[in-house]
């Protein structure tokens, strides 16, 4: 349990801070806590990529940190929002700075076995770890995007969050429930963005989309298959790196649990071709944005 003496809301920091962590904090305004810092890799570096870690910061009101060991200093409330393969690594690279206590809050979506094996890290040196699952986009919900958290401590962190108005909810007593829940969720979602780019791109070149959207509506009217095969291209443009990295992770799931991967390895690829086309996804329409995936595939 922790020491009711400490305040964990006065000293807090982001490992990683990309949407994520800039949608979190900027949506703080009215709850902001005492000190909030941020650590990215990024930092480190000079170009674009720093400059937006920088802006994001600047943005959200938050202190840019360039060294871990300093943003990690007097830390009590940790978020760890990398990427889902870097979740493991970033457990192991910050917990010489880690004092006793800290609760580590891994946001990252990554397998069951993965954060297990993080916590053992995090816990290995006096931490609380707390397996928590994003379960929808960040935008616009930012600090009040639904989360679940697992473990534990995860009730502890539960009850911290909400008064900065966030919206936990307990799935479960061990580290990996709440991740479990997140990676079987992705197959579904993650994968019918693929199954999109696979399709309407297929029917765009051979010239019958308007007939295949047409099908797609007449046999499931509750849909906007229009509209939700442009936002899936774009989630897919924007954000292909990060959904291929987590949609691994998926196919380990699946594996240590048994099963084939099938589909999960083909939502890989896909993700990945098109985010390595590094195309802006332009104005919210399906066919501009088909072709100007189909000119650079």
């Known amino acids: 349990m922790a020491d009711g003496n400490v305040d964990y809301l006065s000293n807090i920091v982001f490992m990683g801070f990309g949407e994520a962590g800039h949608a979190i904090a900027s949506g703080w305004s009215k709850t902001r806590p005492g000190t909030v810092r941020a650590y990215d890799i990024a930092l480190a570096e000079t170009g674009d990529e720093a400059r937006a870690v920088r802006d994001r910061c600047s943005d959200a009101g938050i202190e840019a940190v360039e060294s871990l060991q300093k943003a990690l200093a007097g830390a009590r409330l940790v978020f760890c929002l990398v990427t889902a393969d870097q979740a493991l690594e970033a457990a192991r690279t910050a917990s010489p700075y880690l004092q006793q206590g800290v609760l580590w809050l891994d946001c990252n979506s990554c397998a069951p076995s993965t954060k297990a094996r993080a916590a053992l890290v995090i816990e290995a040196v006096g931490g609380r770890y707390v397996d928590v699952a994003v379960m929808a986009p960040v935008y616009p919900k930012r600090h009040q995007v639904p989360l679940l958290l697992a473990g534990p401590h995860a009730e502890e962190a539960a009850r911290l969050i ?3 108005e966030m ?3 307990i799935t479960g007593g061990k580290v990996g429930d709440a991740s479990s829940v997140k990676m079987l969720r992705s197959v579904m979602i993650k994968g ?6 696979e399709c309407l791109l297929g029917a765009r070149r051979a010239g019958v989309e308007e007939a295949v ?11 906007d298959w229009r509209a939700r095969s442009a936002y899936n291209l ?3 443009m924007v954000h292909g790196a990060r959904r291929a990295a987590e949609v691994e992770e998926v196919c380990v799931t699946l594996q240590e649990l048994g099963l084939p991967d099938w589909m999960s390895r083909g939502t890989v690829a896909w993700q990945r071709a098109v985010a390595t086309l590094g195309l802006e996804p332009g104005e919210d329409d399906l066919t501009a944005r088909a072709d100007l995936i189909l000119s650079r595939l």
């Open 192 to 197: 019918l963005e693929a199954l999109t780019a």
């Open 167 to 169: 919206r936990p909810r």
């Open 162 to 164: 909400e008064q900065l």
């Open 213 to 223: 959207l047409a099908s797609l509506q007449a046999s499931d009217p509750g849909i």
């Open 234 to 236: 774009e989630r897919m």
